[in-house]
T-cell receptor
Framework: DGGITQSPKYLFRKEGQNVTLSCEQNLNHDAMYWYRQDPGQGLRLIYYSQIVNDFQKGDIAEGYSVSREKKESFPLTVTSAQKNPTAFYLCASSKALGVNTEAFFGQGTRLTVV | AQSVAQPEDQVNVAEGNPLTVKCTYSVSGNPYLFWYVQYPNRGLQFLLKYITGDNLVKGSYGFEAEFNKSQTSFHLKKPSALVSDSALYFC?????????????FGSGTQLTVLP
């Protein structure tokens, strides 16, 4: 069953901690993305990657880091530098960073700072 | 910079009636437009896209959208709404410019279909 798997579904973080959100895809897609969703603000792009070992900052990259060591995996680390990390995080992938390719999304991870 | 506007935060419609969810965009160059749907605590599901050609695009679950270049709009429509269509809908745009190929999303429209 092909798709994108995000884990965990719910994550709680203490102040000052780094946490890593997992995203794995078995669609053989080259491009992967991380979005943050806040109520009433839609989706904002954090980072994206077109190929292995390459990634670019999106609109709100501060306080986040990523890696792309394998085609299938694009983990997101929320660092202690991110001052307001409580949000719903969505990972997506597409065949390429082409204009006519739609993105496929995972089920999301809800991160809460406690 | 590319942008998308969804002017209505909330749309209510009675079951069986036609529905419209509005979207306008701003880009430099040709737009490539997408609609997604999101159910509570879930990821986004792709509904349809406009790349080129016929201005009326048909997608999943009986939805369609009309591209209007002069009005820079891409409204989502369905002839007869179902209660199960109640969800959050997002419009998105990208262009051919190499620096802007990532999707830009609107803020979303909550659709409620009343039985």
């Amino acid at each position: 069953d092909g798709g994108i798997t995000q884990s965990p579904k719910y994550l709680f973080r203490k102040e000052g901690q780094n946490v890593t959100l997992s995203c794995e895809q078995n669609l053989n897609h080259d491009a992967m993305y991380w979005y943050r969703q806040d109520p009433g603000q839609g989706l904002r792009l954090i980072y994206y990657s077109q190929i292995v070992n390459d990634f670019q900052k999106g609109d709100i990259a501060e306080g986040y880091s990523v890696s792309r060591e394998k085609k299938e995996s694009f983990p997101l680390t929320v660092t202690s530098a991110q001052k307001n990390p409580t949000a719903f995080y969505l990972c997506a992938s597409s065949k390429a960073l082409g204009v006519n390719t739609e993105a496929f999304f995972g089920q999301g991870t809800r991160l809460t700072v406690v | 910079a590319q942008s998308v506007a969804q002017p209505e935060d909330q749309v209510n419609v009675a079951e069986g009636n036609p529905l419209t969810v509005k979207c306008t965009y701003s880009v430099s160059g040709n737009p490539y437009l997408f609609w997604y749907v999101q159910y509570p605590n879930r990821g986004l599901q792709f509904l349809l896209k406009y790349i080129t050609g016929d201005n009326l695009v048909k997608g999943s679950y009986g939805f369609e959208a009309e591209f209007n270049k002069s009005q820079t709009s891409f409204h989502l429509k369905k002839p007869s709404a179902l209660v199960s269509d109640s969800a959050l809908y997002f419009c998105a745009v990208r262009t051919g410019a190499s620096t802007a190929r990532q999707l830009t999303f609107g803020s979303g429209t909550q659709l409620t279909v009343l039985p």
